[in-house]
């Protein structure tokens, strides 16, 4: 399958730790996007990169969170020092330049105790 | 600002019935507009996009959407329901703008009952 595919599928940890969750998009694909999606919303954006570079980051995301994609493919998305609010499904997506479709990747559900 | 609106949390809709899901927008200019559709523990599956061109879009699985530039409305809609559309779908929106994010509804929970 040479989908959008997101490590880990779950993820609990403690109030306090570090957490870190990769994505690997669709090869070729030059556009990645970062989302957070609670109970009963709708994913709200967080970063997009166009190949390497990051170039927009939302409000939600305050600096305990930091997101690169060092060569232009995998992403990976950091949040420091964990705080419970921080719980829910985080989504990856990628598109191919110049087509507006995004392809999802199954989400990283995240719970912090 | 870019907005988009589903004003039904929950639908209900018998096996082979027809179904809409409804959807309306906010936007500055003209619209692209998506319908996805998420399955429990997934990621969201494209179902269907307007761009341009023709009003009545079709997409995966037998959905279709209708683009309505004077209601500002997206509705998905299929003529024969099966039990395996229930799911959650998601209407999105993002402006011309090179720099306009996509933004998604929050959602509305179909149930087709058999």
């Known amino acids: 399958d040479t989908g959008v595919s997101q490590n880990p599928r779950h993820k609990i940890t403690k109030r306090g730790q570090n957490v870190t969750f990769r994505c690997d998009p669709i090869?070729?694909?030059?556009?990645l996007y970062w989302y957070r999606q609670t109970l009963g919303q709708g994913p709200e954006f967080l970063t997009y990169?166009?190949?390497?570079?990051?170039?927009?980051k939302s409000r939600l995301l305050s600096d305990r969170f930091s997101a690169e994609r060092p060569k232009g493919s995998f992403s990976t998305l950091e949040i420091q020092r964990t705080e419970q609010g921080d719980s829910a499904m985080y989504l990856c997506?990628?598109?191919?330049?110049?087509?507006?479709?995004?392809?999802f990747g199954p989400g990283t559900r995240l719970l912090v105790l | 600002a870019q907005s988009v609106a589903q004003p039904e949390d929950q639908v209900n809709v018998a096996e082979g019935n027809p179904l809409t899901v409804k959807c309306t927008y906010s936007?500055?200019?003209?619209?692209?507009l998506f319908w996805y559709v998420q399955y429990p523990n997934r990621g969201l599956q494209f179902l269907l996009k307007?761009?341009?061109?023709?009003?009545l879009v079709k997409g995966s699985y037998g959905f279709e959407a209708e683009f309505n530039k004077s209601q500002t409305s997206f509705h998905l809609k299929k003529p024969s329901a099966l039990v395996s559309d229930s799911a959650l779908y998601f209407c999105?929106?993002?402006?011309?703008?090179?720099?306009?994010?996509?933004?998604f509804g929050k959602g509305t929970r179909l149930h087709i009952l058999p």
């Open positions: 999105a929106v993002r402006g011309l703008n090179r720099d306009d994010k996509i933004i």
């Open positions: 307007y761009i341009t061109g023709d009003n």
């Open positions: 090869s070729e694909h030059n556009r």
């Open positions: 936007v500055s200019g003209n619209p692209y």
């Open positions: 990169f166009q190949n390497e570079a990051q170039l927009e």
């Open positions: 997506a990628s598109i191919p330049g110049g087509v507006e479709t995004q392809y």
